[in-house]
């Protein structure tokens, strides 16, 4: 009953969005049921990736990604079997390399190879700690067969672009693990408000809306109800994934940008690396500027 009432009270609140140009607006829902708008500004994960699409990265990027995501599976599949509904962490990888639009034929490989119906290397998972430029924190998760070479290319890329490898547990207490769901403007018709409807009420917490991206954030155990009531209804994700999200930010402006953005690049370039998180925040005016 609570939770009815409260979707009864959110109707109540229209325009939600009063326009799709402009600076993006996050609806959160609140342990008391209650809901709030409130004008956000990207940060870390969203900035990165929103610069990646302006300077045209992704399509330079997914040969690379294909090789990692297919990684990412195999380990997945070794540690816990190549059955996806036994095995939450592969169900996981597969719906990432599916939005990323993975042929099926690679995902299989990649599973056979983990449970060694075919030849496949042994990786372990490490990750990696420091700060960048202007004091941003960024963690980075990787995957390797060679700890010792993996962690000196790590200090090499932080120390090369004025950055810092630091010690465990530096930065992981500014992240915390979220769900996320990517969905791009121009591939739905369903509007804002009926898209935010149906995402809150399938279990998801936080709603955010750009000019070209609605992204919807779930706590990491209701991911999979949120994207598949999302899913039943047609729509396609740029990002179906569980990441790291930054509870704090770090302002960057001046000298400090094309550094931030060349660390990111070049720890996201390394063959080792999975993912990259950072919790830096970029003024929409010089971002424009790239």
């Not at 070794?78 to 993975?102: H, T, V, Y």
């Not at 067969?145 to 000196?152: E, V």
């Not at 000298?255 to 080792?272: C, V």
Request: aromatic residues 6%; hydrophobic residues 35%.
């Amino acid at each position: 009953m609570r939770k009815k009432a409260c979707l009864q009270s959110y109707k109540t609140l229209t325009p939600v969005y009063r326009k799709r140009s402009g600076p993006p607006i996050r609806l959160r829902q609140h342990a008391t049921g209650n809901r709030t708008k409130e004008v956000i500004r990207m940060a870390g994960h969203s900035k990165w990736k929103n610069i990646q699409h302006r300077k045209g990265r992704q399509d330079a990027i997914r040969g690379k990604m294909f090789a990692k995501l297919s990684r990412e599976i195999m380990v997945a599949a070794r540690e816990g079997g190549g059955d996806p509904e036994q095995n939450q962490r592969l169900r996981l990888a597969i719906a990432k390399a599916r939005s990323q639009n993975m042929p099926n034929d690679n995902i299989d490989r990649a599973i056979k190879r983990g449970t060694g119906e075919e030849g496949g290397g042994h990786y372990e998972a490490v990750t990696y700690e420091g700060y960048g430029p202007a004091g941003a924190a960024v963690m980075v998760e990787a995957l390797t067969d060679n700890r010792n070479r993996t962690a000196a290319d790590m200090r090499h890329i932080f120390s090369k672009r004025d950055g810092n490898l630091g010690e465990s547990g530096c930065v992981a207490w500014m992240f915390e693990r979220k769900g996320l769901l990517r969905v791009d403007r121009e591939s739905t018709e369903m509007g804002e408000d009926d898209l935010m409807m149906l995402a809150l009420e399938a279990g998801a917490e936080d709603f955010e809306v750009t000019e070209d991206v609605i992204e919807v954030f779930t706590a990491p155990e209701a991911f999979e109800d949120v994207k598949n009531a999302i899913e039943a209804e047609g729509i396609r994700f740029s990002t179906a994934e569980v990441t790291m999200v930054p509870t704090n930010t770090v302002d960057v402006d001046g000298e400090h940008i094309p550094k931030i953005l060349a660390l990111m690049e070049a720890l996201e370039d390394h063959d080792d690396v999975q993912n990259v998180y950072a919790n830096f925040d970029i003024d929409e005016a010089e971002l424009e500027k790239l």
